[in-house]
Structure formats: structure tokens, C-alpha cells
């Protein structure tokens, strides 16, 4: 179990700021595939949404550390070896989140090339959590996985590493 909202950094810097100042967040993700190809979605708790795992990385973590961990946390697998394919500014896509706070999210985008345990359905983060084939995504898939799969396919196929 990983902290609460209000133990986390950016919820004691949403504490300090007030609900309607932008903030920055920066964060991670990891997109996970098993042998068959299959990526790893867990539904969040918060807006239902299926997403890849990942969050804010927390004082004194790395990003590479904060990847690993969301795994963990969202979906209950180790991860072990972590490969960046992208990093997103999000800079002009701001919009409030299921509590009404708004952020500009940093993330580095991580294929996760390593990992064990079960999968967790359900985890203090997510409500459900799923492999799937990429061309068969569920209903509610966020945009975020989307363009995180097109971009490990250029990554993959010519060592393009996603920037904006």
C-alpha cells in the first residue's frame, strides 16, 4: 500500500497551493506486456477510466523508482527492468481531475522489460486490472495509452524516443 493522498508530496503541495492554482506533476508510467503481447490496464478508481499504471513520483525517488513502484502499486507485479520510450509535458493539455484540481503532468513513459508476481484485479489505485491485445482495447481506454503505444512501436522499430 503506498501513501495517502494527503501523506503524498504533491497532495501536501495541493494543500499549500489551494484547488485552483495549475501545478506541475511529475511522474511515471510503465507499460507492461505479457508473452502473448498483451498489455497490462488497470482501471483507475477515481474516473473509471482504463490506463497504464503510473503516477507521481514522491521526494527523493527517481523516475525509474516511481515506475516501478506504480506497477507495483496499481497492479501488484515487480517490475524489475524498465526502459524509457517517452517523456510528456502534457503542456496543452490541461483539464480538473475528478476532484477539481488541475495539473500539468510530466511523464516518463517506461516499457517495463522484466517483471513477476500475480496480477492484481483490484488494489487501493485501480478497481479492475487486465491484459489485453492492443488492438482490442476495452471501452474507456484513456488517450494516454493509445499514443504510449504508438510510440513504443516507433521506439521499438527505429529508436525514436518520444519528446514533446
Known sequence: M???????????????AGDERVLISVGAHGLVRDPRGRILLIQR??????ALPGGTMELGETLRECAIREVREEAGLRAH???????????RDWFPNPYGHTYQYISLM?????????????????V?????????????????????????ALFEAKGVFALD
Open 81 to 91: 527492468e524498465v526502459t524509457p520510450f517517452g517523456l510528456y509535458t502534457r503542456a
Open 45 to 50: 478508481s477515481d474516473d473509471r477510466t482504463w
Open 110 to 126: 517506461c516499457r517495463v522489460d522484466r517483471y513477476d508476481g500475480e496480477l492484481a484485479r483490484t488494489t487501493d489505485e485501480s
Open 2 to 16: 503506498g501513501l495517502s493522498w494527503e501523506e503524498s508530496y504533491i497532495g501536501g503541495l495541493r494543500t499549500l
Open 128 to 152: 479492475d486490472a487486465g491484459w489485453f491485445d492492443p488492438g482490442e482495447l476495452p471501452e474507456h481506454t484513456g488517450s494516454l495509452v493509445l499514443r504510449a503505444l504508438r510510440d513504443l
